[in-house]
């Protein structure tokens, strides 16, 4: 498509990823490198998840009615900056508790508007997000590195800095994105509300599965570069075991247009869930052997890849027009409500239980978003409808 804005639409993605970049390994350890216990460590991580679960619907109905949604999305990455350079006035926990929920609501209104806006921009060839969406993937797969090996040469004294650059590099990116609005399509019942679409068959059991997915998650961005320091890997290592999960994860969104045209989302889906399932087993039980350790991070390309391009799909074409911003921000309020039980029940349960048993219980609830979306959601004969 010649008028596509490829490399506006990218780099917002780039900076906005790098940032999860730089929060999903290494904002438990500079929580820890703050002297902060493993249960304040959960408490904290799941606010930001938290305010995933209301923040974005707020948002998402704001930009359905309004139709403003580039203007939602810089509004929301220059707060979020502002917001997050509160940091630098304490670092108790109460206050650092604040500066988590303050900045997350700002952040979390800013994807799901972005994403509407560069499906509008794709105007049907769904089949091409992934190719700008991989951007997302070069951007963390950058931060993790580059930190990794920054955070081992200094100390993490200069975590915050790292993380105020990346956020000034999302707003910067916001300013250079041209503005775009759903174009209305014939399959779809303009009459339709939100609620009606969202009592359509398999779509409260896939948004049950996304919160169940989420919450396997906990254990993996929370405690996972904690778990593997203990074992003995180094910073540096470690960065680059994050980098290799999230290089599957680019290969496999290469290669999701093919795949979703071959394979129904029912059957990703399902095969993500197990997928999952399968590697926090490996995590919690085997992670002190570096293969089985490369084997569970290619395991990414699953477990974040396929699933997440799936659910975009699935999401994209379950609600019409007038209600893609709601069920963008209903997706991102699950994963947050998932994330946010996934983070607490990790935090609480890492001494108490051990690493084992807390993957364990992150490979349960995988396992049973596998068996809701087998038993829930209808087989399709062609994985995007377009």
């Keep these: 498509m010649a008028s596509l804005p490829y490399w506006r639409l990218s780099s917002f993605y780039l900076f906005y990823f790098a940032l999860l970049g730089a929060t999903a390994p290494f904002l438990a350890l500079y929580f820890h490198h703050l002297g902060f216990s493993s249960a304040r460590i959960g408490e904290l991580v799941a606010i930001p998840m938290l305010m995933r679960c209301v923040a974005p619907n707020i948002w998402g109905w704001l930009g359905d009615y309004t139709g403003r949604r580039l203007a939602i999305v810089r509004f929301g990455a220059v707060c979020t900056l502002l917001s997050f350079s509160l940091i630098f006035i304490s670092q108790s926990y109460a206050w650092l508790a604040l500066v988590m929920a303050l900045h ?11 994403e509407v806006i560069t499906l509008a921009h794709l105007q049907g060839q769904t089949s091409r997000y992934s190719q700008i969406r991989l951007w997302g993937s070069i951007g963390f797969i950058l931060a993790v590195v580059a930190l990794g090996r920054l955070f081992e040469a200094l100390s993490l004294d200069i975590y915050p800095v790292a993380i105020i650059l990346i956020m000034a590099g999302i707003v910067g990116a916001s300013l250079w994105v041209p503005n775009a609005q759903p174009v209305s399509q014939g399959n779809r019942v303009a009459g339709d509300g939100f609620l009606r679409q969202l009592r359509s068959p398999g779509v409260l059991a896939f948004y049950a599965c996304v919160a169940l997915m989420q919450m396997s998650h906990g254990p993996y961005y929370t405690f996972l570069t904690l778990h593997l320091e203990n074992l003995g890997y180094s910073r540096g290592v470690i960065g ?147």
């Excluded at 997350?104 to 972005?114: D, T, Y």
């Design 240 to 386: 680059l075991l994050w980098a290799l999960g999230v290089v599957a994860e680019v290969l496999m969104f290469l290669a999701m247009s093919r795949l979703l045209a071959r394979f129904s989302v029912r059957r990703v889906l399902m095969a993500s869930f197990l997928l999952a399932a399968a590697r926090w087993l490996l995590l919690g039980s085997f992670a002190e052997l570096f293969w089985v350790l490369i084997l569970a991070q290619v395991m990414h390309a699953a477990t974040f890849g396929s699933f997440h391009a799936a659910a975009i799909a699935f999401v994209q074409r379950s609600f019409g027009d007038r209600q893609q911003g709601q069920g963008q921000a209903l997706y991102a309020a699950l994963a947050g409500t998932g994330g946010a039980l996934g983070a607490l029940y990790s935090g609480y349960s890492w001494n108490l239980l051990g690493p084992t048993l807390t993957f364990s219980i992150a490979s349960v609830a995988a396992l049973a978003a596998a068996v809701i979306i087998g038993l829930r959601l209808q087989e399709q004969n062609q994985g995007i409808v377009q």
């Design 104 to 114: 997350a609501f700002f952040w979390h209104a800013v994807l799901p508007q972005f």
